[in-house]
């Protein structure tokens, strides 16, 4: 794992709150629904594959939105959302393994459980269909992805850069997505996954993950070879918070039908 001292200090503060969480009590066994049959499902359908984010906040937002989860999901599912995404870090999200347990217990589609997991015992606090291992903030991944996958759990590997994907492959990642976002500095460039993605082997479920708030930036990471898009913020649109979510995954969901908006 890279030193602490390399990361902005927001993250620096996300990674001592979530070293300071304990597991849950035993551990958990999930039957999980596919995330690789979801995307293919909204690819029959004519949608863009897109996994939404429940982000209630985070540091680089701009400002909150305090909406019920289980409203916001089965809005994002209704303006035709793949997946689901929900937040559990509770400090700097306003996240909770509560809240994604309502989400999957009302919608049909898979349910990715957006946390700072570094060691084992983390990922036995709540059932999901798939859990995010951070390859930059771990140091056993190959570990943790077979701890995931006994306990049922889909482990998307999050990598940044070519050297991380490496990483992930030998650790033996079937799905993985590549962060725009530089942890560093909390800086967002699209070209991240366009210099990555050549290098992800073929049977791998490969998700372009932040920065994307428009249709053609959907354009832009799927001829980049994205099967799958992580949107957040765009979703949620922190910015005015009462903005329709439903809405808000359509224009992203039919960037590839509608391809005459550039905005």
């Known amino acids: 794992m ?61 400002g909150t939105r305090a909406d019920d989860p289980v409203e916001l999901a089965q809005a994002m599912v209704a303006g035709g959302a793949a997946a689901i995404s929900v937040l559990t870090e509770p400090t700097h999200f306003d996240g909770s393994p509560e809240a994604l347990t309502r989400v999957r217990e009302a919608v049909d589609v898979p349910v990715l459980r957006k946390d700072f997991v570094l060691e084992e015992d983390g990922m036995d606090v709540v059932e999901a269909d798939l859990l995010l291992l951070i390859a930059r903030f771990v140091d056993d991944l190959e570990g943790l992805v077979a701890a995931a996958r006994e306990r049922g759990f889909q482990p998307l590997v999050e990598v940044h850069d070519r050297a991380e994907l490496e990483r992930a492959i030998d650790a033996g990642a079937e799905i993985v997505g590549v962060n725009n976002r530089d942890l560093a500095r909390l800086e967002v460039e699209l070209e991240t996954f366009e210099s990555v993605a050549p290098e992800v082997p073929d049977d791998v479920t490969l998700i372009a993950e932040s920065g994307i708030s428009s249709p053609a930036d959907v354009r832009r990471m799927r001829e980049a070879g994205a099967d799958a898009l992580l949107v957040g913020s765009a979703i949620m649109d922190h910015g005015t918070g009462d903005s329709d979510v439903t809405e808000n995954t359509r224009r992203l969901t039919r960037a590839e039908s509608t391809a005459g908006d550039s905005t």
């Open 2 to 62: 890279d030193s602490d001292t390399e990361l902005a200090p927001a993250v620096r503060s996300i990674l001592e709150a979530a070293r300071g969480r304990s597991g849950g009590e035993g551990v958990v066994d999930v039957d999980a629904r596919s995330l690789p049959d979801a995307l293919a499902a909204a690819e029959a359908d004519g949608r863009v594959p897109v996994i939404a984010e429940v982000k209630p906040t985070s540091p680089t937002a701009e």
